[in-house]
C-alpha cells in the first residue's frame, strides 16, 4: 500500500509540476522585444511594459551587425545573422525554434507583408535568398548578377514592400530590383540600373511609397516611387556636400532609421556632421542642423516630433534630440561609451538605449528626459520590439 | 486495490486535462482581434492570420456602437459598452477578467500613450471617467460642466495624445478639452470654448498632432494644431455644402475612420453623398469624390493608398474603393446586407468586412479583391485587431 500511496504523490507533483512548466503564466507578446549581445552571440528577451529582462537565448552565431523581424502574431524574431545565420527565436519559451546558415556573409532582411515570406541580403554570394516564415525552408534564390560576365553584387538595402514584394540595391552593379511574389513562389524581377554608384543602403517610407537608396559613391540620394505606373529612378539632393570638405567616414549611417517627420525627411549626411532636412512632397532640400559629429541613426519618435541622433566613434558616446518643426536641438547627453542603437516603445513615450561598453540599456522619457530605467546586458547593440510587425519597412 | 487503480488513472486524467487546459498552446498575441456581436452582447475571438474564430466571450451588455482598445502586452481588450459598461477581456482565456458599469449612456474611449489608463466617454451623466488599466478602479472624473449654470454635456470624440492626454469635445458646449495627466492622476485641464456648433465625434491624425473635431451644427470642422505653443481652434472647409441641399441623416459618419492618406485627408460629409478630400498641411479643399450614398467608414488602407468606403441605410449593401493619388473609385461590390464596420490587417494585405444581416464577417484581398474566406458569425458589427495597442489616436 505504501509503495502505491507514493506512486499517487509522485503522480500528483509530476502533474502539477508539468501543468506549471508547459503553462507558465500565460502572457500577451506586443510588450515583448530582444536585445543583441553581439560579443556572446545571443540575446536578451526583454519586455518594455515592466522595463525587464525576461531571459537569454544563445547559440545564434555572429551577431555584428545584426537586425530583426517579427512573425505577425508576434511570438517569433528572425534573427540576422553577420555570418549568414538566419535564426527563428521563439520569444515566449525563450528558445532557438529553428537557425539555417544560409550565405557566408549577409546584411539586414525583411518579412513579407502577408507574414509569409523571410527574405535575406547577401554579400556573399551577393544576391537575396527567400524562405518560409514557418519552415525556413529555401522558397526563392535571386543571385544580384549584373552586367556582361553576371557577376554577383553584394545586395543592401533590403525592405519589405506592400503586396508580397521585396525591394533592394545592388552596391557593386548600382542598380534597384524589385522582387514581386504577389504570383507565388517563382518572383518577378524588375531592374533598374543607372541608379548612381554605390548604393550602400536603403528605405522605404512608412506608406510603402517611396524607397530611397543613399549613394557611398557620389554625393546624393536615389529615389523611386513605387505608387507610379512605370517607376523610373531619379536623383535627389544631387551634390548636397559641393563645396565641402569631405570627413574621414568611420561609420556607415544606417538608413532604416531614417525619419520622416512633419513632412520631412530627416537623414544623416555621409562624412559630415549634420543632418539634412528634405521636403517629404518635392524631395527637395528643406534645412540642415549641425550635429555633435557624424550621425549613425537618426530616429524619429514615433509621434514625429522629435528625431533622436547617435553619433560614430569616437564621439558615440552622445546622444541628441532635435526638435522636427523649428529644427533646432533641444536636448543632448551623454549616455555612456558606445551608444550603438535606440528603439522607442511603439507609441513613443520612452526610448530604450544600448550603451555596448558600459553593458547596459538605459530607459529615458521621451517628454521629461528623465531616466526611467537600466538593464544590465552584456554588450547590448541592437534592440527590437515586437511592434515592428505592424509597420511596413521595418 | 482496484479503487486505488481507479484513483490513480483519475489523477492521471485529471491533470492532463489540467496541463492542456491552463497551458493550451503557448501563443502570440500580435494577430488576434475581436468582433462585437452586438445582439447577443458577446464577442468573437478571432485570428487574423489564420482567418478564424478562437473562440467567443459572453456578458458583455449593451453592444450597440461598441468599440474597443488593447492593451500594451495585446493580451486584454478595453470593450466601451453603449450602456456604460467597460469591460476588459481576457484574449487568451477567452474570459471576462473584469468589468465595470461607469456611466448609463456612454459612447467610446481610449488608451493613455503608456497603457496605464482608461477613459471613457460619457453621455450621462456627460463627462470623461478614467480607469486604472489593471484593475479598472477609478482614476479621475471630469464632469463635462459648462455655462453659468454649470450644465453637463455628452461628451464625444474622445481619443489619446502622445504624453498622457487625452482630448475629447463636448456636444452641447461647442468646445474642446485636454486632460493632461502628465503630472499623476489629477489631470490638468485645458479647455476651448467657441470651437463651433454640435460637435459629433473627432479625430487625432497618427502622428498626435491634429486634433479634428466634425460639427453637426454647421458645415464645417474644427481644427486644434496640439504642436502650436499655445493651440487655438480654427474652423475648417467652412459651409463645404454651401448651396447643396442637405440630405436627411440616417446615420453619422465616423470621424475615427477618418482616413489621412498621400498627404490628403478623405473625410465623409455628413448629409451629402460625397467625400470631401482635404489637404494635410493647408487643411484647404483638395478635391471630392461622388460615392454611392451617405458614407459610414471612410477608411485609409496602412499604406494609404487606398480608401475603403461603407454606406448608410437603406444603401448599406455595398462597399466602394478609392484610388487616393486619382480620387478615382476603382472597385465597387456588394458583400451583403448591413455592412457595418472594416478592419484591416496591421500592413493591409487584407480586409475584415462585417455583414451582420448575414450573419458573416468576409475577408478580402485588398489587391486582387478577391474574397480570402468568410466566417459565421452571429449579428458581426465592429471589428478590432490587437495592432491598435501601437498605434497612436486609436
Known sequence: MNAIRTMVLSLVVLFTNLAGAAAGEPRGTGDLGIVIERASGSLAIVEWSGRRVLGRVEGLGDLSHASAVFSRDQRYAYVFGRDGGLTKVDLLEMKIAKRVVQGGNSIGGAISDDGTLIAVSNYEPGGVKVFDAVTLDLVADIPAAYGPKGALSKTVGLVDAPG???????????????????????????????????????????????????????????????????????????????????????????????????????????????????????????????????????????????????????????VQVVDVPSLKIIHEFKPGPAVLHMEFTPRGDEVWISVRDADKVEIYDTRTFAKRGELKIAKPSGIFFTARATRIGL
Open 164 to 318: 508580397r514584394r521585396f525591394v533592394f540595391s545592388l552596391y557593386d552593379a548600382g542598380e534597384i530590383w524589385i522582387a514581386d511574389f504577389s504570383q507565388g513562389p517563382n518572383p518577378q524581377l524588375t531592374r533598374f540600373a543607372g541608379i548612381g554608384s554605390q548604393p550602400y543602403d536603403g528605405l522605404i517610407t512608412g506608406d510603402g511609397r517611396h524607397y530611397i537608396a543613399g549613394l557611398f559613391g557620389e554625393d546624393g540620394l536615389s529615389h523611386l516611387d513605387l505608387w507610379a505606373g512605370k517607376p523610373e529612378p531619379r536623383r535627389i539632393l544631387e551634390g548636397y556636400g559641393r563645396g565641402e570638405e569631405k570627413l574621414p567616414v568611420y561609420k556607415m549611417p544606417h538608413l532604416e532609421g531614417w525619419a520622416l517627420a512633419g513632412g520631412r525627411f530627416i537623414l544623416p549626411e555621409v562624412g559630415h556632421h549634420e543632418l539634412i532636412a528634405m521636403d517629404a512632397a518635392t524631395f527637395a532640400e528643406a534645412g540642415r542642423v549641425a550635429v555633435h559629429g557624424q550621425p549613425v541613426f537618426a530616429v524619429a519618435r514615433p509621434d514625429g516630433r522629435q528625431v533622436w541622433v547617435n553619433f560614430a566613434h569616437p564621439l558615440n558616446d552622445t
